[in-house]
């Protein structure tokens, strides 16, 4: 293109020593070289070959063989009861895996009103489902342009949903509605442009797929859709294109899985640092569709800090700044149209992220306080502060008992002594009620100076606020616990327990109030709708800010005797949102909408905002091609 024109007769010039555009020879401009850039064995960070770039591991294009195709994660792995009736881990992905729990059945009967004696297995196989439609010309227009297609039944079904408590309950007990007619696997950024241009031209609906991790329903199909769907597979763009270790960047394919990104970098010394809860599923295309959050954000920032660049093919072209610089004054920022935008307006295709330094010192920490209030005054001190750890997160009391009850057994006398004792100082040296306090759990990353320092001041704000340091095996235990909370949800849907989570951000000042209001309006509602036994309403505080904080709730409730399970839960979580947002919290901190939080947006952004926001779907997509139906109302 004409840019690039431009900048290799620059370049030559450079090299012959011939002034350009009128930059004199003795100019500083003059002779000035590329600064090193350190790659991977790979092309110049200038360049966009596929040739060197670093292939990373990702998942088949048939996923059901690795994945469960109507609940969450891995099939090899689950929460089951063993012969003896006790809780434990399947599979050997993960630390809890092979561990019995001995107190986690006790638990969810007494406190859940489960009966696991009253199952409820999911349907064993996908029933039938509508013939694909199939537009025979796009088809014949994409050959070549793709890694591979598919119409089979069990690819569509796959890729027609995310994991939302509705999602899986209708895969477990139901006939999926509408799914797409076709998967199509683009290998790089060129195939995905084609396809496109194919779906303008043959007006065929586009629905971008990476992860499939969402919990908003925005992978689903409009279920009014008359035109053929086709879901574009990200899984085979999975390349690191370069590493330029001078300016420590990244260029990355969308399809990436975020697990398998960190795994890669590391070997050469390098991380982006971005660890949501699904780091294991998700992709780096989603995370910037989403406007994604990890749980160290608190070192690495948020997506919007990490992004440098992005590709992203739309029907009337694709979208790409000219330059990867860390900022820039050049009016509103492109960039803001991508983020968030949850497939609406175009696919991911290439990413350029910030990277730094695989950290020397990774240490976990704990600190037991007496109540939650205790706690959220210190993470709010903490903040003020500036001296937050990559992740401190806090657990109100019933997320306190819900992780007790995930304790392995003990291995031996001396261990379950030492546990007691434990208790017994908590509970009858230090006078903690343990139907109150909370339990924040902490990673520090750095050099070992900087880790020492931090933990030094991190702790005395806690203890200025009546916190105990409750160890590092603790915190171990808390984060990566994170990474198998999903496989709990799949046990309870096995015994007619439904549940989910959702998230917001909250100033501190009103963080309190809604934790309370939220957590009493789930229970209320629940209970005028006649739900048998006490609902779970519980919460964490997990990421910080100077102004706030991002709130997680975990909600269920037994479904047993309900006439329309999905009607009341529909009902509650609608519900639980209104509160949240009559409390003065947000939609949502960095889940996004999808299709179950349209109804808030015109609320959140004002009628002039989703006005703007049409405007410019209304420009990029004029034949709506991505039809998703997610984020406008």
Known sequence: DKMAARRLETLAGHVAGVPQHGSPAG???????????????????????????????????????????????????????????????????????????????????KELSIDMTDESP??????????????????????????????????????????????????????????????????????????????????????????????????????????????????????????????????????????QLEDTLAKYGV???????????????????????????????????????VRFVTPTGTLEKSCQVPRISAGPDIHEFVLGSEGTLGVVTEVTMKIKALPQVRQFGSVVFPSFTEGVAAMHEIARARCAPASIRLMDNMQFQFAHALKPEATSLLASFIDKCKTFYVTKIKGFDQTQLAVATLL?????????????????????????????ENGRRGYTLTFVIAYLRDLGFEYKYLGESFETSVPWSKLENLCRNVKDRIVRECKALGVKGMPMASCRVTQTYDSGACVYFYFGFLYKGLADPLGAFHHVEVAARDEVIANGGSISHHHGVGKIRRRWVQETLSPHGVTMLRAVKKAIDPTNIFANGNLLP
């Open 27 to 109: 100019s500083p401009l003059h002779g000035e070289t590329m600064s090193r850039a350190s790659h991977l064995g790979m092309e110049s960070a200038s360049a966009h070959s596929h040739k060197d770039s670093v292939p990373v591991p990702n998942f088949p294009s048939k996923r059901q063989e690795v994945l469960r195709w109507n609940g969450w994660g891995y099939k090899d792995s689950s929460f089951l009861l063993n012969a003896k009736g006790l809780a434990t881990f399947k599979g050997e992905r993960y630390p809890i895996s092979g561990v019995v729990m001995p107190h986690l059945r006790e638990w969810m009967e």
């Open 122 to 259: 999911a349907q064993p196989a996908l029933p039938a489902i509508a013939p694909p439609t199939l537009n025979a010309a796009f088809i014949k227009d994409i050959e070549g342009h793709h890694g591979g297609v598919s119409d089979a039944a069990e690819d569509r079904v796959f890729r027609s949903h995310g994991h939302t408590c509705q999602e899986v309950y209708t895969l477990r007990h139901l006939t999926p509605g509408r799914v797409p007619d076709l998967v199509v696997f683009p290998e790089c950024h060129a195939h995905v442009e084609a396809i496109v241009a194919a779906a303008v031209k043959h007006n065929v609906v586009v629905i971008p797929f990476g992860g499939g991790t969402t919990v908003t329903g925005a992978v689903q199909c409009p279920p009014t859709e008359k035109r053929m769907i086709v879901s574009l597979d990200t899984s085979k763009m999975n390349r690191i294109l370069w590493v330029d270790l001078d300016n420590m960047l990244v260029r990355l394919e969308a399809g990436i899985v975020g697990s």
């Open 271 to 309: 991380c982006t640092g971005h660890e949501p809860d699904s780091m294991e599923f998700s992709t780096v295309g989603g995370w910037v569709a989403t406007r994604a959050s990890g749980m160290k954000k608190n070192i690495y920032g948020n997506m919007e800090d990490l992004l440098i660049s």
């Open 444 to 472: 520090f990353e750095g050099t070992a100076a900087d880790v020492a320092q931090q933990q030094q001041r991190v702790y005395a704000i806690a203890q200025s606020h009546g916190g105990l340091l409750a160890g590092e």
